[in-house]
């Protein structure tokens, strides 16, 4: 049975954290206090490999897992010592820009994909009250399930930023870490189901001709067994004007996408979706995924050269 779905065109946005800035800054707070949540700032999606890892303590609460990507793991090296603090990862998720901002208006979060309008990976993580105050390195690595139950180390992100931890008590103030629930009145309110919902599910980005084309059909073939598809959708998360049109065929592992951009100014899509199975067994590679159809147009309806391919699983 198949299934049609039509994203239409946005121009607004929610923003997930107001501090969140153009990633070649990679903006970090300066200090956090022992036992203190604090919002670190990656550079583009594209990190280490393509693949970011999106799973954190809050979705292995709820027994979910991000194994197709893995996880981040947050961890402050003194210096001097060399002595490591692993962080508690409480959610990792993107955060945009506003679009009335330079960097909104131009559609480019990090400057080496000018164009792609790459969002910005931002990660809530708990300090453990038992890190001494000091200054220390920044190191991010990335972590993943295995089917024997334990986990494997993939390649690490490298970040290069320090930040500075005072101490667990200050001027009577205990430092308490950010919680995902809260009272109004006698009523209790847990949002940790909410914020889990911000986590980016796995997608395969597309890339589009250089000279973008006004419209495009597509049949994407995917491993059926695999993974289940969830979206369609301009990779640029601003938006533009365009309409993107797609229809699912699992029993076939075909998915139909019909694109109109009236500006020609959108530059790859991408396909979002979830694995079927956990571990190694749900994990897909670049390779599985072909194009079999790509038809393009130009702005006068004729048929154009150019193709569609694959570039990355982010």
């Known amino acids: ?5 039509v994203r239409l065109p946005h121009r607004s946005l929610v923003v997930v954290a107001a501090f969140a800035l153009g990633c070649g800054a990679r903006p970090l707070p300066l200090s956090v206090q022992a036992g203190a949540s604090v919002g670190i700032a990656l550079s583009g999606e594209a990190a280490a490999g393509e693949a970011a890892g999106y799973g954190g303590d809050l979705l292995a609460q709820q027994g979910r897992h991000d194994d197709q990507r893995g996880r981040l793991v947050f961890v ?24 009335a901002s330079e960097i909104g208006i131009d559609n480019e979060v990090d400057a080496t994909y000018p164009g792609l309008g790459i969002s910005q990976i931002l990660a809530i993580v708990d300090v453990p009250a038992s890190v001494p105050p000091g200054t220390y390195d920044v190191n991010v690595r990335r972590r993943r399930r295995t089917d024997s139950g334990g986990t494997e180390e993939l390649p690490a992100i490298v970040y ?11 001027g009577g103030a205990t430092g308490a870490v950010t919680p995902a629930s809260a009272y109004a009145g006698v009523f209790g309110l847990d949002v940790s189901q909410q914020l889990a919902r911000l986590v980016p599910l796995p997608k395969v980005v597309l890339s589009l001709p250089e000279a973008a084309p006004h419209a495009a059909h597509l049949v994407i073939a995917y491993p059926r067994e695999k993974i289940t598809p969830r979206a369609v959708f301009e990779e640029q ?12 065929d699992p029993e076939s592992g075909r998915v139909t996408v019909d694109f109109v951009d009236p ?30 159809t790509s038809v393009l147009y130009d702005g006068d309806g004729a048929v154009r050269s150019g193709s569609v391919t694959p570039i990355s699983i982010r």
């Open 160 to 170: 290069g930023q320090r930040l500075t931890v005072l101490p667990a008590i200050i």
């Open 1 to 5: 049975m198949s299934a049609t779905f």
């Open 237 to 248: 998360h601003l938006g533009r004007g365009s309409i993107v049109a797609w229809r699912d």
């Open 263 to 292: 500006e020609a100014s959108v530059r790859s899509l991408a396909l979002a979706f979830e694995p079927k199975v956990p571990l190694s067994a749900g994990r897909i590679a670049l390779a599985e995924i072909t194009i079999e």
């Open 76 to 99: 402050l090296r003194d210096p001097a010592s060399g002595i490591q603090h692993e962080l508690a990862t409480r959610i990792v998720t993107r955060a945009l820009p506003d679009p």
